[in-house]
Nanobody
Framework: QVQLVESGGGLVQAGGSLRLSCAASGRTFSSLAMGWFRQAPGKERHIVSA????????YYADSVKGRFTISRDNGKNTVYLQMNSLKPEDTGVYYC?????????????????WGQGTQVTVSS
């Protein structure tokens, strides 16, 4: 079993930045591919970014390309999402997810473990 705990969410003005962190415990972190998902009120959860087991491959949704950066530190069992130039449409609950697979995952159903989520609110 894996426990994932997100932190770093909050309220920020448009154009600002936030850095989300997700700390993992309970299983060898380096054996997991990781992802960040966003869920806006009344909408489905969809992927924002993903990273493979060693950080050598990653994916960004078109809406965040050039603004968000995903990274991981296997020594600290942590994955990060640096969010710059935030827009109101980035608002939502951000979830960290882990996948028992070395490669990238793009859909929620491909992930085995989930954090509790952290709220990000971007005001205009």
């Amino acid at each position: 079993q894996v426990q994932l705990v997100e932190s770093g969410g909050g309220l920020v003005q448009a154009g600002g930045s936030l850095r989300l962190s997700c700390a993992a415990s309970g299983r060898t972190f380096s054996s997991l591919a990781m992802g960040w998902f966003r869920q806006a009120p009344g909408k489905e959860r969809h992927i924002v970014s993903a990273i493979n087991w060693d950080g050598g491959s990653y994916y960004y949704a078109d809406s965040v390309k050039g603004r968000f950066t995903i990274s991981r530190d296997n020594g600290k069992n942590t994955v990060y999402l640096q969010m710059n130039s935030l827009k109101p449409e980035d608002t939502g609950v951000y979830y960290c997810a882990g996948r028992i697979n070395y490669g990238l995952g793009f859909r929620a159903g491909e992930y085995n473990y989930w954090g509790q989520g952290t709220q990000v609110t971007v005001s205009s």
